[in-house]
């Protein structure tokens, strides 16, 4: 069926606006509320969110919305997406929420679901949950209205799992590492964890003004932090994004290490320390071949799944994996989180360094890339990869890269956007290919 409000990752738009509204936010709160009011238990739901402003309107909504069809509310506060999984999980809530637009800039928000296990929902869970929206809500009655609480020690159950995830015997003495948190959710979780580990922390992006988060900073505005490891002389610097559950990090020399080179850092880890599971580790079809190639050298494989950490996910569940990612830095450890978690990523990156001494320069440039691009066109209306040139583009394309690379053309699943991503050994042909179907797209649109 077709979505409305879900994208890849739950529901995304500009706040206060025709998608996402405080009006939006309670149907969410009611519908999904109802759905999981299962057995004869008290429900509960826990809420968390990210900084931004408009994040106080869509707490009160999703309250109100949940509370009106009978479920307890508990409200952790700012507080990183893979947080509220694991408190949804180790409080027995029936359904966690996230309140956060991730990467975007303040004005947009989001909401993300959870379910009792700390994993994403279903694309059935999402499908039933907005039938649901456009129905008549079923109200409680009176005497079972929910109720509502905030809890104050959400950010130390959260500092202790992170540390949970290391031996017991490693610590961070004698490291200087500069933390960038986006001005979001792990403002002051992540730097404080890293901290109690022994490090020195030289915070960033933790000065929160309900309109600053990833302004400048964060995983997805790299110059401050690139800047900021140099300056200082630092061993490392890890950059996360508004809800914390993405890392990019910054060697010693100021150099961008991505999620491809993190993945296959913790994967050939884990297999040298026995405890990767089946064989290889799960990515998307955006990873670089590189990784691909580095990977089968160690005697491991990597496999594909559609875009968006949800997919990723699906797939290691599947397959029985324990590591997986994005390029773009959501790194899914299940043996320690059920969703995408940078700090936890990061201290498997730390650990590293401490184990082998080396310093993140030599340890966490792994493989060299291959040329790949990815160019973005935005289009307002229609479906511009149903029109015939643009089909007759990419078909070209194909038989371009046929053998020596690979193309990959999708929509965004959160912006109305078309993503154009080649790579090959080729880097003239791969820009050439890229430029011809974005033309294209721009031509139909």
């Known amino acids: 069926m077709g979505r409305t409000y879900f994208g890849t990752d739950g529901i995304r738009g500009r706040a206060n ?3 996402l509204n405080a009006a939006t936010a309670m149907r969410v709160g009611q519908a999904a509320g109802r759905h999981f009011l299962r057995g004869d238990h008290k429900h509960r739901v826990v809420i968390g ?9 869509m707490e009160n909504a999703l309250v109100a919305g949940f509370t009106s069809v009978g479920m307890d509310c508990i409200m952790t506060g700012p507080l ?4 509220v999984a694991l408190l949804t999980r180790e409080m027995r809530a029936d359904i966690g929420v996230m309140i956060s637009a991730s990467h975007n800039a303040y ?3 989001g909401i993300k679901l ?3 296990d700390g994993f994403k929902l279903s694309d059935a869970d999402e499908e039933a949950i907005e039938a649901a929206m456009d129905a008549e809500p079923v109200l409680a009655e009176g005497d079972h209205i929910g109720r509502a609480r905030r809890i104050e020690d959400a950010r130390g159950r959260y500092i202790h799992a992170v540390k949970r995830a290391l031996p017991s015997d490693l610590r961070l003495d004698g490291m200087k590492i500069v933390v960038d948190c986006a001005n979001g959710a792990a403002y002051n979780v992540t730097p404080t964890a890293i901290w109690e580990l022994g490090a020195e922390v030289i915070a960033m992006g933790v000065s929160p003004n309900g309109t600053n988060i990833n302004d400048g900073v964060g995983s997805t505005a790299l110059d401050a932090i690139k800047a900021r490891v140099v300056a200082e002389g630092a061993d490392i610097g890890i950059a996360l994004d508004g809800d914390a559950d993405r890392l990019i990090v910054i060697d010693e020399k100021g150099q961008e290490v991505d999620g491809d080179q993190i993945m296959g850092l913790i994967g050939s880890r884990w297999k040298l320390k026995g405890l990767l599971k089946g064989d290889g580790i799960v990515a998307t079809v955006m990873s670089n071949l590189g990784l691909e190639r580095f990977l089968a050298g160690e005697g491991l494989k990597l496999v594909r799944a559609k875009v968006g ?7 290691m569940k599947a397959g029985g994996y324990n590591v997986g990612g994005e390029q773009s830095g959501h790194m899914i450890l299940l043996d320690h989180a059920t969703t995408g978690d940078g700090t936890i990523a990061a201290m498997q990156v730390l650990a590293a360094m401490v184990r082998t001494g080396k310093r993140a320069s030599e340890l966490l440039h792994l493989f060299d890339p291959v040329p790949q691009l990815l160019k973005n066109v935005r289009f307002e209306h229609g479906d511009p990869l149903a029109d015939a040139k643009v089909q007759q583009a990419i078909a070209s394309a194909e038989a371009e890269l046929a053998g020596s690379g690979r193309l990959v053309i999708r929509k965004s699943g959160t912006e109305p956007l ?3 991503m080649a790579e090959g050994d080729n880097g003239q042909q791969v820009e050439r290919v890229v430029d011809s179907i974005c033309n294209a797209v721009q031509g139909a649109v």
């Open 49 to 57: 969110k990210d900084t931004r402003l408009s994040g106080y309107m």
């Open 114 to 116: 959870f379910g009792p």
């Open 17 to 19: 606006g025709t998608k």
């Open 418 to 420: 078309i993503r154009v």
């Open 80 to 83: 990183p997406t893979p947080a």
């Open 309 to 315: 950490d949800r997919y990723v996910l699906e797939a």
């Open 107 to 109: 004005g947009d928000n």
